[in-house]
């Protein structure tokens, strides 16, 4: 996966981004594959992204962060904009 990261053209797709997703997924640290996708700018403006960071934090009791996600996410011009307004709508 990281033999694509370098190629501006994958960053931002969302096909890409899933499958960083699924290795954030399966593994025992997905902090450290967020942080390798932010390393490498994978899906930061996709809110898929956004959600996802977000939930994991959620799950390990970091509402703080959580709130913090959906804001860059927000900021950053995630698209589509609506599944990052509903995600947060959800969490309040």
């Known amino acids: 996966v990281e033999t694509f990261a370098a190629d501006a053209k994958y ?14 997924a399966a593994s025992p640290d997905p902090g450290a594959v967020f942080d390798a996708m932010a390393r490498h700018r994978v899906g930061e403006s996709l809110a898929l992204v956004w959600v996802a960071r977000a939930f994991v934090a959620e799950k390990a009791k970091k509402f ?11 900021e950053k011009g995630a698209a589509p904009r609506e ?3 509903a995600a947060r709508a959800l969490r309040a």
């Open 83 to 85: 599944r990052g307004e």
């Open 64 to 74: 703080a962060d959580a709130d913090a996600l959906f804001a860059r996410g927000l």
């Open 11 to 24: 960053r931002n797709d969302e096909r890409f981004a899933r499958v960083w997703l699924a290795l954030a």
